[in-house]
């Protein structure tokens, strides 16, 4: 039975300032280092690790370094892939979610329900998008877990939620709005004859 576990990048100054960060070189806070940190403590007595894959964004890459350094010197150089990258935002990144609400809320599914997610901001995805690229990525994902192999992946809040959503049957509205992530909140999924949520959005 392979396990993958699915792991949200740490805190960031963009966190911390309440911005959205699609694909912005944003980096680790203190904090972020430091949640990296004890999260890698905890995976190496937790779990054998057997690779590693990670969003290409500098966010995860830096989360990914943290978690690398703990584990295992036999586990290979992680592979980074922009599949697993959050929602490119288009025109709306560095924009707050409050920003958005108020003067463009044709994209907020909080105000107009589905009809945002399926909306392009200019220069970017839609929520659609993220889903159809995330879940690609997912499946391929899966196709490629070996028998027993536990595989890390480092990724951001969007794409954890389509994968959880995903397992669970929920809409895309759901996907985003009824559940949480948190910085560098652990989920373990268990790829048996099918893929079972034994943990959600754990942290330490």
């Known amino acids: 039975m392979a396990t993958v576990l699915l792991v949200r990048h740490g805190e960031t100054t963009w966190n911390r300032d309440g911005?959205?960060?699609g694909w912005a070189p944003s980096q680790l806070t203190a904090r972020g280092h430091e949640q990296a940190r004890t999260l890698?403590?905890?995976?190496?007595?937790?779990y054998d690790v057997d690779r590693v894959v990670s969003s290409d964004l500098l966010r995860a890459q830096e989360t990914t370094a943290s978690l690398v350094?703990?584990?295992?010197?036999?586990?290979?150089t992680p592979r980074f892939d922009a599949a697993w990258r959050e929602r490119d935002f288009g025109f709306l990144q560095g924009l707050t979610d409050e920003t958005v609400r108020r003067r463009f809320p044709e994209y907020a599914l909080d105000?107009?329900?589905y009809t945002a997610a399926t909306e392009r901001p200019k220069g970017g995805e839609s929520f659609l998008d993220l889903r159809e690229r995330v879940l690609a990525a997912w499946r391929a994902l899966l196709d490629g877990a070996a028998a027993h192999e536990t595989v890390l992946v480092?990724?951001?809040?969007?794409?954890?939620?389509?994968v959880l959503a995903d397992l669970k049957g929920l809409d895309?509205?759901?996907a985003i709005l009824g559940q949480k992530q948190d910085n560098c909140a652990l989920n373990e999924i268990r790829i048996a004859e099918t893929p079972?949520?034994?943990?959600?959005?754990?942290?330490r």
């Open 19 to 21: 911005l959205i960060q």
């Open 40 to 46: 890698a403590a905890y995976l190496v007595t937790a």
């Open 69 to 76: 350094a703990a584990l295992p010197s036999s586990v290979p």
């Open 111 to 113: 105000v107009v329900g």
């Open 154 to 162: 480092v990724t951001h809040g969007g794409p954890i939620r389509f």
């Open 172 to 174: 895309v509205v759901d």
């Open 196 to 203: 079972e949520l034994v943990r959600e959005n754990e942290t």
